[in-house]
């Protein structure tokens, strides 16, 4: 067996018609920085570093479903965000641009929506 390469993970990619706008999005709701920002490409970090969010031009992209649905795309991913208060956190990602999912399936989790239609889930342990 060949030896562990390191692997780290630099961050999660979304497609988007518009990159600028979606991290706009991103970076509003989690108040990170923007780090790189060329024509297709936009990356945010958080302040003290980690992995971080990059979006990325993608002129065909399709809005997924969720729930899933056979006639219609599903989501391949979706972004999951601890919250201390769920309400709070309720009420700043809907006064930055999110939409609540229609069908909520736990109580201490909480459906979103970007503008686009990525979902993301805001949860309290």
Not at 52 to 71: A, D, H, I, K, V
């Amino acid at each position: 067996m060949s030896a562990q390469p390191d692997l780290i993970l630099s961050g999660v990619v979304l497609d988007a018609p518009d990159p600028r706008s979606l991290a706009t999005f991103y970076r509003r709701l989690l108040g990170w920085e923007v780090v790189q920002d060329e024509a297709d490409w936009v990356k945010i970090s958080p302040p003290g570093g980690g992995p971080g969010l990059s979006f990325q031009t993608e002129p065909n992209y399709q809005r997924p479903t969720w729930p899933t649905s056979p006639s219609a795309p599903g989501m391949m991913i979706h972004l999951d965000f601890q919250v201390a208060d769920l309400l709070a956190a309720c009420a700043h990602a809907e006064s930055c641009g999110a939409t609540p999912a229609e069908f909520q399936p736990q109580d201490h989790v909480r459906v979103y929506f970007d503008p686009v239609g990525h979902p993301f889930c805001l949860f309290v342990r």
